[in-house]
């Protein structure tokens, strides 16, 4: 399915978040669990107009200049599992987030076989002072869901 989070403006030098979480619904039989992936086009938010990316990033946005990414939530389950954030999307406080790039990431791991598998994950921005002002900054994810059998 499509989700669009809309961020609004973002204030300069300040954490953003997300007005909501992406949501991620996850069950399978398979022997040996299965893993939530996660991967995104342009490698943070990025502007055709302004020809600017505020680019993603692992680490605590407050004491990072600019960034971009993703920080876990929450999960739960109804059976088995359990489901687990990985690292870096696991510190789920303060303004830690993980980096969302083109490169294929996990999220969310399940060791064992589960259902009704939940993962939440808010995504966090933060441009600088210089970085150019701009309506169309934007990013596509890719979430992908895996058994392993």
Known sequence: STNTINFG???VNTVNSSPGNIDVSFATNATNGGTIYVS???AGLASMTA?????SVSGNLVALGQGFG???VSVTQSTGGPLTLVAPYSTVAGDVV?????????MFDSAGP???GNGSF???AKPSAVTPSAADYSETLTV?????F
């Open 114 to 116: 589960i259902t009704g």
């Open 144 to 148: 992908i869901a895996t058994g392993r």
């Open 40 to 42: 995104g086009t342009n």
């Open 122 to 124: 808010v995504l966090k």
């Open 70 to 72: 993703a920080q876990g």
């Open 98 to 106: 993980g980096i969302i790039d083109t490169t294929i990431r996990s």
């Open 9 to 11: 403006s973002l204030a």
């Open 51 to 55: 020809s600017h990316t505020i680019s």
